[in-house]
């Protein structure tokens, strides 16, 4: 059974940083695409970053752009999305999600999804 564990959201200041962490379980992590969704209430889902499995990156949406990095850890079956000068309107729940489709992933259409993680920013 695949699981995907979110840990390391929580409420801060703008202007603040946070690092998201998802842990991965049941599947061979060195073979699946991952990636950082995001939804904010009232707000659809949208892509944050996704890291392939050669550790290709792409680049976040325009609201985040020099904002985010994210980085895999396939000894520890780890994904990580490190965040910085956080806004209010980062505010949403964080997902991190698997798949050995590319363009699954990038469609936003992967197999395997994690509970969520809240970020909170706050003014």
């Known amino acids: 059974q695949v699981q995907l564990v979110e840990f390391g959201g929580g409420l801060l200041q703008a202007g603040g940083s946070l690092r998201l962490s998802c842990t991965a379980s049941g599947l061979t992590f060195d073979d699946y695409e991952l990636g950082w969704f995001r939804q904010a209430p009232g707000k659809e889902r949208e892509g944050v970053a996704f890291i392939s499995t050669s550790g290709r990156t792409t680049n976040p949406p325009d609201s985040m752009k020099g904002r985010v990095t994210i980085d895999r850890d396939n000894a520890k079956n780890t994904l990580y999305l490190q965040m910085n000068s956080l806004k209010p309107e980062d505010t949403a729940i964080y997902y991190c999600?698997?798949?050995?489709?590319?363009?699954?992933?990038?469609?936003?259409?992967?197999?395997?999804w994690g509970q969520g993680t809240q970020v909170t920013v706050s003014s």
């Open positions: 999600a698997a798949d050995k489709s590319w363009g699954e992933m990038r469609f936003g259409t992967p197999r395997y």
